[in-house]
């Protein structure tokens, strides 16, 4: 994972939660307001510490999924059963609780809105939140680049954002989305649970000679796996970018 942000020229900052939201039964939308903070790129993350009362310290790295809006920062946070940072994230901190965070970091991973080409977006899982993020800096912007999401997800209640997913693809600016279930479908979905493959590939990514912006999320299996059924069908690595996570490093 390229971090282009050298992270000795950062500094950590006391944000502020101001409201906390459900996105499914487990995943939760934390908004902080961040004195000082310098703005961020779609795609960025930072980092969070939590230290206790005797002084231990400990941090983690999260995918930021807002698009630039001042001094409002949000993450989206699942909690891992034996997480040390994600449960007291996701299912203690409330609004008015402070919390100590260091960025924006990254800038590799980045989607800019002057940017012109397609733009396909391949999430797993909770990789879909800086996917997120560029698709709501897209929104922000105004701007109709054409932009696919192909969203891999356990099922239909894993789902994270689906209400804004829907209203922005069906509101005519250029926003595709293709949900890929792995264990559990909709009532009446065509498609059994299965993961991504090359079939689904070539039914929902832009085709090769579009050249499409290509940004991959997820965990590192299912990052290796997209990545290279992409470069199999034609695309070019060098537009492939990629952002992997797990439970013991990289943006959540």
Do not use: N
């Amino acid at each position: 994972m390229a971090r282009a942000t050298v992270l000795g020229r950062l500094t950590w900052r006391v944000a502020t939660v101001t409201a906390v939201r459900d996105e499914t039964s487990g995943a939760r939308t934390i908004t902080l307001d961040v004195p000082g903070w310098p703005g961020h790129l779609a795609g960025q993350h930072v980092d969070v510490r939590l230290t206790a009362p005797d002084g231990y310290s400990t941090q983690r790295s999260y995918s930021i999924a807002s698009a630039a809006d001042g001094e409002r920062v949000e993450l989206t946070v699942e909690p891992l059963p034996d997480g040390e940072v994600s449960p007291y994230l996701a299912q203690v901190l409330s609004p008015g609780d402070p919390l100590e965070i260091r960025g924006p970091i990254g800038g590799w991973f980045v989607w800019r809105p002057e940017a012109s080409e397609p733009v396909q977006l391949v999430a797993g899982g909770s990789g879909v939140v800086p996917l997120m993020a560029m698709i709501r800096a897209r929104a922000s912007a105004g701007v109709g680049t054409p932009f696919r999401l192909l969203y891999s997800t356990r099922g239909p209640g894993s789902v994270l954002y689906r209400a804004e997913l829907e209203r922005h693809s069906a509101d005519g600016s250029g926003l595709d989305v293709t949900y890929a279930y792995t264990r559990e479908v909709p009532d009446g979905w065509a498609r059994p649970p299965a993961r991504v493959d090359a079939a689904l590939l070539a039914e929902a990514v832009w085709p090769v000679e579009r050249k499409p912006a290509v940004f991959v999320c997820g965990p590192t299996g299912f990052v290796e796996t997209v990545a290279g059924l992409l470069v199999s069908a034609g695309h070019d690595p060098r537009l492939i970018r990629t952002e992997r996570f797990g439970p013991s490093g990289g943006p959540s």
